[in-house]
């Protein structure tokens, strides 16, 4: 501090030493958090002894059971009868035998995943572009009550989503969208708009009318002028909402666990429900994890930029 | 919103003057505005409508009824505020009511103190702030369902890691203790991963709030002599307040909210010792199948978040304007 003169920084640069610091305390903390998420993917490499051995192992010999146990539904056998089939076809086969089981068919996890997959991207697809649509309406023409309707709109989020559910589970069973693919897209759609038409009207705000103006003294009739001069302005801000409305919907549970239970069910809900003999099969439900975390994981390494604009900028538009 | 229509159209019908196929363009651009406005703005309104608002008016409509959705054939007797009455004076709502309360209270000041202290640290810029900074965030973007319900697991008190390493640090014996089993533990194992989960959030915000403070005041105080201590609590925290209170309300609504975790970590349980708002109005709409009752008390919870959010905001235009 007292050296303010001699140093080439800033005054307001921290010294070196309190930088060090301060980035040992915050990868220690990184490091922390993460274990809960490394050890989901240790416990989906082991096999179901090794996962509920004492000590926890950190050393073992990694298997594919829990992801084979994922995957299949197995029954138990004589070893007799396992003995008379024909060779194993291929890993899991092999693991399963090993165990005194035979394969007995797929499990639900990848049609549960598959659901997950169409609801969410659905559901962003059509928040999103929904929501482009009116925030250009509600940012370029005066729209009666706009800011009022934006508010409520936005504020029934503040409802818990069982109470919204209430409605909802009467509504669609009156309609016949209980538990259908359809019912959660739109379901998830109409949650995500307010918020992605609120986001995206502050970025379509930004852009200068000027622009669309221009395009249209030079012949452009509005709606080129929205598509050849505002969209690709604001591919950031659409960008970012989309991230958003896709992290809600991939990781809904509320909503799908009340209105869905066979075929339209996602993966939030049927992975706690993965069990196997005895209790839960934490291998397997660490596999189906792993699994379901991954494309978030990918997600918000490559698109963090992105990420991180939308939360501040929600942040400091409020 | 100074740009009404009516300007765009006086500017394109001034260009149209220029353009040749003149008397054509004059409608459709004259049209086309509030075509345009309607037909981007009635689809989002459509949908809102069908499954936000007419929801929200049916709850408010079978609040005042003894409709139970297990007998939709039974007749639906309107029952005034009864529902309302009961709701109001019953002894385990507000039981939940204070559950809820606690819950947040414990929550938000963990992930308000732990992530203002990781912004203000990563604000000091160290190297490779920015890849540790995307690290940190990885768990507010995961599913609290499918994530809580592996912490059941690492809650385990014979085999979890969470038992092994509080007793790899403390000589607790790990099977001495259950953090969900026990009534005193497992409120705290709900805390401990919402701010494990949460934290990020709430430093995110704080870390714009820091960066909003322009150096020239820190520069200021220093040409004055303040010191480090005096810089923090009369720079950095009243100029970073309205971010931290504004992730204070982001974090307030969703944690009253609370269900997933709790729902899969707890149950509510053991007991009722977890048993927030949204686990009871689940126990009561999907269980009890009392839905006129349940909706009263959706009700009641929708004005008191709203009610307290509207206070709590004046309270921070009051701070922002300072």
Not at chain 1, 226 to 242: E, H, M, Y
Not at chain 2, 56 to 79: C, D, H, K, M, Q
Not at chain 2, 237 to 265: H, Q, T
């Amino acid at each position: 501090m007292s050296s303010v003169n001699t140093t080439a920084h800033s005054v307001v640069e921290p010294t070196p030493t309190a930088k060090r610091i301060a980035g040992a305390i915050v990868i220690l903390y990184a490091l922390v958090t993460m274990v809960p998420l490394a050890w989901i993917f240790l416990t989906s490499i082991k096999s179901p002894p090794d996962s509920i051995s004492y000590p926890p192992k950190i050393v073992f010999t990694p298997t594919l059971e829990g992801y084979c146990n994922l995957f299949t539904t197995r029954t138990r056998q004589t070893p007799d009868y396992i003995q008379s089939l024909p060779r194993p076809t291929g890993t899991c086969d092999e693991i399963t035998r090993g165990r005194n089981m035979v394969i007995a068919g797929r499990s639900n996890y990848w049609p549960r995943f598959g659901n997950s997959l169409l609801i969410a991207f659905g559901s962003t697809f059509l928040a999103v572009s929904l929501g482009t649509l009116a925030a250009y309406g509600f940012s370029r023409f005066r729209v009666p009550l706009a800011d009022d309707l934006l508010f409520f709109i936005l504020s029934t989020r503040m409802m818990p989503p069982i109470a919204v559910a209430i409605p909802i589970y009467l509504m669609y069973r009156q309609f016949g969208l209980s538990d259908t693919a359809l019912g959660m897209i739109l379901l998830y759609t109409a949650v995500n708009v307010s918020l992605a038409v609120w986001l995206l009207k502050g970025f379509i705000d930004e852009i200068p009318r000027e622009y669309e103006e221009a395009a249209m003294i030079d012949g452009y009739t509005r709606l080129q002028a929205f598509r050849k001069v505002v969209l690709p302005q604001a591919t950031t801000g659409i960008a970012a909402t989309a991230i958003f409305c896709l992290i809600f919907a991939w990781n809904e549970y509320a909503f799908a666990v009340l209105l869905t239970s066979g075929s339209a069910q996602t993966a939030p809900p049927f992975i706690p429900t993965i069990i196997g003999e005895g209790g839960q099969d934490w291998p397997a439900v660490a596999a189906g994890t792993t699994i379901f975390l991954v494309p978030i994981l990918v997600f918000t390494i490559v698109l963090r930029k992105q990420l991180l604009r939308g939360i501040t900028f929600g942040a400091v538009r409020k | 919103m100074t740009d009404a229509p009516s300007t765009i159209a006086e500017r394109s019908a001034d260009m149209l003057a220029r353009s040749t196929p003149a008397s054509i363009a004059v409608r459709v651009r004259g049209l086309s505005d509030r075509v345009i406005a309607w037909l981007f703005i009635t689809p989002t309104i459509a949908l809102l409508l069908a499954i936000n608002i007419f929801p929200l008016i049916w709850a408010v409509y079978l609040s005042f009824t003894n409709f139970r959705a297990n007998r939709p054939n039974a007749e639906i007797e309107g029952v005034g505020l009864r529902n309302y009455q009961r709701v109001l004076n019953d002894a385990d709502i507000w039981i939940a009511m204070q559950t809820t309360a606690h819950f947040v209270f414990w929550t938000i000041l963990l992930q308000t103190v732990i992530g203002f202290a990781l912004a203000y640290l990563i604000d000091r810029k160290f190297r490779g702030h920015a890849f540790w900074t995307t690290v940190i965030l990885i768990p507010m973007m995961l599913s609290p369902a499918v994530v809580g319900n592996f912490w059941r697991f690492l809650y385990q008190p014979q085999i979890g890691l969470f038992n092994y390493i509080v007793s790899y640090f403390t000589g607790i014996p790990p099977s001495s203790f259950e953090m969900l089993g026990s009534v005193t533990l497992a409120p705290w194992a709900i805390i401990i991963v919402d701010t494990w989960m949460w934290t990020p959030y709430v430093m995110l915000i704080c870390l714009a709030g820091l960066r909003s403070i322009p150096d020239y005041i820190y520069e200021a105080a220093e040409v004055d002599r303040a010191s480090a201590w005096r810089q923090f609590w009369s720079i950095t925290v009243p100029m970073a307040l309205p971010f931290i209170m504004l992730a204070v309300l982001f974090r307030g609504i969703e944690n009253f909210k609370m269900f997933d975790m709790v729902i899969l970590l707890t149950g509510g349980g053991p007991g009722s010792t977890t048993e927030v708002a949204s686990i009871t109005l689940k126990r009561e709409a999907f269980e009890s199948w009392l839905t006129g009752r349940s909706s009263a008390f959706a009700i009641i919870l929708f004005v008191a978040v709203f009610g307290l959010a509207n206070i709590y905001v004046k309270a921070l235009n009051k701070v922002k304007q300072r």
